[in-house]
C-alpha cells in the first residue's frame, strides 16, 4: 500500500499491513509512469495526514502489487518496482 509520496522526487512510501500496523516497506521510483501519477493523485492529495521536510504522508488507501529482489536486513525492499495499482 501507499502510506506517503516525495516532495521532490517521483518516490512513493510504500508498507505492509501487519495486524494493527504498517510496516514500512521502503520508497519506490521504478516503475511509476506518469499516468500511474495521474490515476493515483486525486486519493493521495485528499488523504494527507502529516508531513515532514521530505515527505507527505497519507492514509493507505490505495493498494499496489510491487515486484523486488529481496529484502535487506534492515526488512525493506530490495529495488521495488511498481507493476500494478489497484483502488
Do not use: A
Not at 21 to 45: A, F
Not at 49 to 54: L, T, V
Amino acid at each position: 500500500m501507499i502510506t506517503g509520496y516525495s516532495k521532490k522526487d517521483h518516490n512513493w512510501l510504500i508498507g505492509v499491513q501487519e495486524g494493527e500496523r504498517i510496516k514500512p516497506l521502503g520508497t519506490m521510483e521504478l516503475g511509476i509512469s506518469s499516468q500511474h501519477r495521474k490515476s493515483v493523485w486525486p486519493r493521495l492529495g485528499g488523504s494527507i495526514i502529516g508531513e515532514n521536510k521530505h515527505f507527505v504522508f497519507v492514509d493507505p488507501l490505495v493498494t499496489c502489487r510491487v515486484k523486488h529482489r529481496g529484502y535487506y536486513k534492515s526488512g525493506l525492499m530490495r529495488l521495488p518496482v511498481l507493476e500494478e495499482v489497484n483502488s
